[in-house]
């Protein structure tokens, strides 16, 4: 027997109770029951309901008023006060059909109320859109169960913002990378967290949005410094998503790349510093010299080069070894950044016992006298040196140019002028500084190169 139809397949752990203490009821509307695929339980008490209902968790009660005892309506009225069996659907069965009964039942929480003398077609239908209408809440239920740990559990931070940049919504990670307690932010403003120029750019975004849903597109991925609760910057990747339900709102993903900029920023570093002396390498130091050669053509100050070498070093390796050697040229880099003090200063290895510095808004005079500062430092190291001419220790000799940039002239002359007089310095003795101008004109230059000058 099939009465209810067959446009719905009852799921097989669909659990129906039927309470009733006519026997006879029971008998007809369990045989139904069980014909439609259900499993079934019977209670001929209210209070043998409420014992059932606890242990077994029904889908849906079908539940007669008139019982001696406990009626239904008080059956009804434990069913809901009791957490485990608050949330299971009641649907009455009575003879009694005034309005007053059906509106008690309501009141009570009932989901449905059929009349009796019953109709089993119109039973199984109320039964099957009752489960039907269960079970599509408790998948929505478990849906939304499902996305709160989604959310929940997530490494990303993330924000719920309204379009006038109200923070609806934050999940534990925001919270967590940002430095504040569950909901502590709800109600803040993206103004509260960004660069003021950043939060403006936002809100005229979120404003476009709002006023033209239609036109609404990701605003993509993009760096930001936002504000930890402690005041300190955070680095972050901020996404944003426009979305639509009764207003306009915007989802932002935020995952933390403080990590990633430490390592990025390591890295930019380790391929900037020589690995042995820990001063500026070459490649760092031609691209420091471009930069502030550039701004001196602008400004018209001075710029001034000094190179020198290690005296007699290779004498030092050949007698103490290169592992010696090594730290020698660590003590020597050291003194000579020890020299490059402004942001505008930078001293670096340029090539085996070679070192450049660069003294920017400097002119000749200081720059010699800089020079003859980081001479005697090195001398004053008194690092022996078994078989130098020049000294018992350790020396340097030191060449200065100094020179204000025009677009005729070029990074090659100057230092050219620098190595010159580096050699000069060499020839006349050594552990000395000696200065001269770069040439002027391009065949004076290419006799400098040429060692012709």
């Not at 403006?200 to 006023?211: C, I, K, N, P, T």
Request: hydrophobic content about 40%; some cysteine; glycine content about 6%.
């Amino acid at each position: 027997m099939n009465q209810g139809g067959t446009s719905f397949s009852p799921r097989r752990d669909a659990v129906i109770l039927i309470v009733d203490d006519a026997p006879d009821n029971l008998s007809v509307l369990r045989k139904l029951m069980v014909e439609q695929g259900y499993q079934t339980y019977v209670a001929n008490s209210g209070e043998r309901a409420l014992e059932i209902a606890r242990r077994v968790h029904p889908h849906l009660i079908l539940l007669d008023v008139i019982m001696p005892g406990m009626d239904g309506f008080e059956t009804c009225r434990q069913l809901k006060s009791h957490p485990a069996t608050e949330d299971i659907p009641v649907l009455f069965m009575s003879a009694r059909n005034e309005q007053e009964d059906v509106v008690t039942g309501f009141e009570l929480g009932a989901v449905d109320y059929i009349g009796k003398p019953l109709r089993m077609a119109e039973v199984c239908a109320r039964v099957r859109t009752q489960l039907q209408i269960r079970f599509a809440t408790e998948t929505q239920q478990e849906q939304a169960e499902r996305l709160r740990t989604i959310v929940n559990n997530m490494a990303e931070g993330l924000l719920i913002i309204e379009a006038d940049g109200r923070i609806q919504f934050t999940n534990p990670a925001c919270d967590q990378h940002l430095g504040y307690m569950a909901h502590e932010l709800a109600g803040k403003s993206i103004s509260d967290l960004l660069n003021p120029l950043v939060a403006d750019e936002y809100l005229e975004y979120f404003a476009r949005y709002a006023a033209n849903p239609e036109t609404a597109h990701s605003h993509g991925t993009r760096e930001v410094i936002i504000r930890h609760r402690t005041g300190k910057s955070v680095c972050m990747d901020l996404t944003l998503t426009p979305m639509f339900l009764r207003q306009p709102l915007f989802i932002g993903l935020l995952h933390d790349i403080t990590h990633h900029k430490l390592s990025e920023d390591a890295l930019q570093r380790a391929a900037m510093i020589d690995p042995l002396t820990k001063i500026a390498n070459r490649r760092h130091f031609d691209s420091f010299l471009e930069k502030e050669w550039q701004r001196a053509m602008r400004t018209g100050a001075p710029l001034s080069l000094v190179v020198l070498d290690v005296d007699h070093f290779k004498l030092y390796n050949d007698t103490l070894g290169h592992a010696q050697g090594d730290v020698c040229l660590q003590q020597v880099a050291q003194a000579i950044g020890g020299h490059a003090l402004r942001v505008t200063d930078l001293a670096a290895r340029y090539g085996g016992e070679e070192f450049v510095l660069l003294f920017a808004e400097t002119d000749a005079d200081a720059a010699f006298q800089m020079a003859e500062s980081i001479r005697t430092h090195v001398e004053s190291l008194r690092i022996p040196h078994p078989r130098s001419a020049t000294s018992p220790y350790i020396t340097v000799s030191i060449g200065v140019a100094t020179l204000c940039p025009t677009p005729s002239d070029n990074i090659e002359s100057l230092f050219v002028a620098a190595d010159r007089a580096m050699y000069v310095a060499k020839e006349e003795g050594r552990n000395q500084v000696r200065a001269t101008r770069p040439p002027t004109t391009a065949i004076e230059a290419a006799r400098a190169i040429r060692g012709q000058v």
